[in-house]
């Protein structure tokens, strides 16, 4: 299974696609989370993204392109992958499109997932994440221990640094701005399902499935 998400940030990507991953036995490649741990550790390519980030604004294209082919070449993306975060402009779609022609590789679909903006902010202001393994949570929804640990990994729950409101706001506009014309553009490629990200968490997994069913069918 070769897929992209996409969708603003907040849409339920990141939680959406690692259950697919783990369903489908292929890794899910979040470029958000590689940089985080880039900045974590401050490597090279996390000292160049982390003004990007902290300002809510995306990495530059060159940065984003050299990281997903290296990824992509390495073995457990034989089988299959799923992007998150990635791409995010038109020339990142290119590269990708021409990376994947290079190796004789189709994408099986591209998910995209809508949400209102209101929505979309009240999730992300209320969002919290492990600092180790990335798993959300939710402190209205879907609230982390009383000790603040992991459930999966025992590692520090908090909120991302890029998850205040004036962050948030700028993210938006970016992903107006730059990623929303990806929909258009794998619109006229016949790869994209739309997927109403409003719904619950096991809802819009079942949506996908179904959706991704009807695709095989008519392929
Ligand atoms: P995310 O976790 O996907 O919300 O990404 C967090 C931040 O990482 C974004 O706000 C960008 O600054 C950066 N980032 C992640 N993926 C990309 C990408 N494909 N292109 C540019 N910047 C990115």
């Not at 603003?8 to 259950?19: M, N």
């Amino acid at each position: 299974m070769r897929l992209i998400f996409l969708g603003p940030p907040g849409s339920g990507k990141g939680t959406q696609a690692t259950l697919l991953a783990e369903q489908e036995g292929v890794p899910k490649i979040s470029t958000g989370d590689i940089l985080r741990e880039a900045v974590r550790r401050r490597s090279p390519l996390g000292l160049q993204a982390k003004a990007y980030m902290d300002a809510g604004e995306l990495v530059p294209d060159r940065v984003m392109i050299g990281l997903i082919g290296q990824r992509l070449r390495e073995g457990d993306c034989a089988a299959g992958f799923i992007l998150d975060g990635f791409p995010r402009t038109l020339p990142q779609a290119q590269e990708l499109e021409a990376i994947l022609e290079d190796r004789g590789i189709e994408l099986d679909a591209v998910v995209n997932l809508d949400v209102d903006h209101e929505v979309l902010l009240d999730r992300l202001l209320t969002r919290l994440v492990c600092g180790e393994c990335g798993q959300v949570y939710n402190s209205q929804t879907d609230p982390p221990p009383e000790d603040q640990r992991c459930m999966k990994c025992g590692g520090r729950i908090e909120s991302r640094t890029d998850d205040d409101q004036e962050t948030l706001e700028k993210r938006l506009s970016v992903f107006e701005k730059q990623t929303r014309p990806l929909k258009a553009y794998y619109a006229g490629h016949g790869q994209l399902v739309e997927i109403d990200g409003g719904q619950s968490i096991p809802e819009v997994h079942q949506a996908i499935l179904a959706a991704l069913r009807r695709l095989k069918h008519l392929q």
